[in-house]
């Protein structure tokens, strides 16, 4: 129904950037209806919450722990949400997630309830 294919993860050293991409697509689901969010988990770790972006982009909310690096973003043209990271730490290494929102045009950040996810995309930064 919904696809979620990531991509941009890799390797990069500390300090440095990365963009990753989620593009959507599906038979019922219309992009521009749905807030879009990035997760992410480490090994040994559940998965977090990273960042949040409403349906028409206007708020988004973000991870303590990326607050002032990281950047979420979306082209509702392009059916595709991004996440620019920059500063990026050791303890940012993990798998990045995707996930669309369950219900439509939610008006708060807070109350995101992912109904589909991607694979994921790696993302190591070394020391």
């Known amino acids: 129904q919904v696809q979620l294919v990531e991509s941009g993860g890799g390797l990069v050293q500390a300090g440095g950037s990365l963009r990753l991409s989620c593009a959507a697509s599906g038979r019922t689901f219309t992009f521009s209806k749905y807030a879009m969010g990035w997760f992410r988990q480490a090994p040994g770790k559940e998965r977090e919450f990273v960042a949040v972006i409403t349906w028409n982009g206007r708020s988004t909310n973000y991870a303590d722990s990326v607050k002032g690096r990281f950047t979420i973003s979306r082209d509702n043209a392009e059916n595709t949400v991004y996440l620019q990271m920059n500063s990026l730490k050791p303890e940012d290494t993990a798998v990045y997630y995707c996930?669309?929102?369950?219900?439509?045009?939610?008006?708060?950040?807070?109350?995101?309830?992912?109904?589909?996810w991607g694979q994921g995309t790696q993302v190591t930064v070394s020391s």
């Open positions: 996930a669309s929102d369950s219900q439509t045009f939610r008006w708060g950040t807070w109350d995101f309830d992912a109904g589909s």
